[in-house]
């Protein structure tokens, strides 16, 4: 025990020192509080007006005003959702229009320029010009085949060239 002596009586005044220490940070008025030097010299809450304390406030936390309307996340899901099941029930509420057939009736005789015009006044095609120039330069002005040509919905140039000319 005689050769660990020291050893204790290093370690009871270490303890001491250090509550010491303890003691004297916790003395301070600013240590007590949590406050900065720059805090302590700022006014009171009371005496600072309501734009000081927005300020001070804002530095810590995100401030509104009273009549701001704050959502947490689960309430803007919630709002979205409403939403999108809004828009689907006006989607579903939508009559659906009947996909419109037209006939063309090409007889033999006709020429590219007459075709076209029937297929203008009918609707199938928005322009004459440039379905008689896509005509022309795919040389197939001569190979549109007669007889009854069946249009189901809108169709594209594409669509009305290949309808028009194969069997």
Sequence with gaps: MSNKK???????????????????MSFSPAANQGLSKEDL????????????????????????????KVYLQPQVDALVQQRVNEELEKERAKPVEPVREVYINVTSGLVLWQVSDLL??????????????????????????????VFKGPQTLEQVITGLTEK
């Design 6 to 24: 020291s050893l204790l009586y290093g370690l009871g005044s270490g303890m001491i020192a250090g509550s010491v220490l303890l003691q004297l």
């Design 120 to 149: 203008y006044q009918s609707g199938v095609i928005a322009d004459k010009k440039t379905f008689e120039e896509e005509m022309r330069k795919r040389r197939l002005a001569g190979s549109i085949n007669t007889g009854v040509h």
């Design 41 to 68: 010299q700022q006014p009171a809450a009371e005496t600072m007006t309501r734009e000081q304390i927005k300020e001070k406030a804002s530095v810590y936390f995100n401030v509104y005003e009273k009549d701001v």
